[in-house]
Each structure stands twice: as C-alpha cells, then as structure tokens.
C-alpha cells in the first residue's frame, strides 16, 4: 500500500528520532543482553493513538532498545486502537497506529497482541482476522496460549486473557456493554486453569489488559484479586503483565509480581502507593524484559529512553 505524505513524514521522523536518540541511551542498560542469550521482548499497552506526538517518542524508543536487546517479540497488552477500536481488516487505523507508526527495522518481529476494554467499542474478530493478512501481528483467538524457547533446554509459557469480560466497565463505556459478553467468562477461567495445570514449563507469564492490583486510575479488579489471583498462586505464574492505567508500575503480593507496562501513548500522572506497591510514575513508555533460565529482568523504560526501573524476578522452586 502506498504511504500517503503525512504517513511519509510520520515513518521519517520515528526513523530520524531513532538515531538522534540513540547515542543517548547508555550501553550498560542492555550490556547484559549482549553477554547472554536468553530470550528478550518488549511489552506494551494503550498505544494506538495515529501516531501522536507521545506514541511517536515510545516507538522510537522501543526501536532502539529492540535492536540492543535483539528482541524476539513484543506484547501488545490491549487498547490497541483508541478511542474506538476496529472496524474490520480494512480500517485505516491500522496504517495510522501500527503500519507507519512501529517502521523500524528492529520492530518487524512478531506482535502478540492481547485485547483491551477500547477495542471492545469496535471489532474484535477485525483484530483476530488481521492475523492473516499482517507478517507480524498475531491475535489468534481472544484468550490464547504461546510457548517460547529460552534455551535449548528451558522454554516458557504465555497466558494471554482476555480481561474485558471480567472487569467492571467505566462509566463512559456504558454504551458499549452490548458487545461484552459475560457469560463466557467461566469457560475462559476453566481453559485458564486447565492450561496452567497442564503446563510443564519452569517459567509461567501471564499477560491481560486489566491489573489485577494497581496504584494507577482505575485501581485493582476485583474479579482479578478474587479468581484469577489464586490461579496464580496454585501454579506458582512468576509475573503478571498488564495495562489499563496509562503508567508504569511494578507491584509484588504472594509471591508474584504484576508489572503495568500501560504507557504506549497518552500518559496519565495520578499514582498512589498501595501495599503491593514497588515502583509507580505515570509516564509514557514501555518493559523491555530479558528471560533466561533461571531468572528474569524486567526494565522500565519512558519515552526519552531513560530507565526509570529494574527487577530481576527469579524463577520458582
């Protein structure tokens, strides 16, 4: 498909922007993913905006911390397209917030991609059928699982929900309370436990568009905290990732760290600390998470490439 001028610019000036900042970045911050193999990913969530200024600046960030990290994959945690999502395959959004927005060499890696309560205002099968016409965007059902090499000998297993279903909508959503349906909401909770049950990989992460806990917005989910938290704990899942609030945040309870990586594009600066809190700013940016055998560092990142945080999680006995 042909670029139209606006898109032209908007692909020049993430690949312009890339370079200038990137001799900013300090090689220690990924040193580590140089000397080790591993498996290494960003995450990312509510970052659909046709390419906005704050949009723009996390991209070309996260193209310069894919390329030192040689990132095999990223997260997409959900809001994918604001403020309405798809409409179908065909929906320009798909050029103005993803196309020509994520142009960089480095970025052209598989996206998995979980759903979020905007992209309920439109189409989300749109999002799914995407999956078989994009090189890289992958969404194959609304709650999915995806396995991924470590090493040779160690792998890891993703747990993609579909939250949605499960959270309380805000007010503003009322009018689009049609399109959830929360009656599937226990066939997916059994195919959740089942999955983890039936998991024997040392490493277990799950990714969902709403917090389970959050100092951020819209605060914990109460259906989180009460069914899903304890699936967690039983199979002994070592991170949780999400997005919903617009910030950056690292939380621990149980054993278990939950990690809001929700600063895609439009940031929001209200944060408290709750008990589970570690690490809160509201900010735009993203995770950039480097996997090996036997543990797992996560690295907060803004959108000028300072990183704001890091946690090595360990892997569970």
Known sequence: MRQTRRQFVRTLFVATQAAAI????????????????????????????????????????????????????IIAVGDNFYEDGVKS???????????????APSLQVPWWVALGNHDYHGNCDAQIDYSKTSK????????????EKIDDATVVDFFYLDTTPMSELDADEIMFTHKVDKKTVPKQVEWFEAALKASTAPWKIVIGHHPVFSGGQHGDTPYLVEHILPLLEKYKVQAYFNGHDHDLQHLQANGINFFCSGGGSKPRAAIKDIPQTKFGKGCSGFAAVSLQPDKMDVRLIDDAGNKLYSHTVLEKT
């Open 22 to 73: 990137g001799s900013l970045l300090p090689r220690s911050l990924f040193a580590e993913d140089e000397k080790n193999d591993g498996l290494s990913f960003l995450i990312l969530g509510d970052w659909g905006r046709n390419g906005e200024k704050d949009q723009m600046d996390v991209a070309a960030q996260m193209a310069i911390a894919a390329q030192a990290m040689s990132a095999k994959f």
């Open 89 to 103: 395959v065909d929906d320009p959004q798909w050029q103005s917030s993803f196309e020509t927005v994520y142009t």
């Open 136 to 147: 890289r965007w992958n969404m194959p059902a609304r709650y999915f699982t995806r396995t």
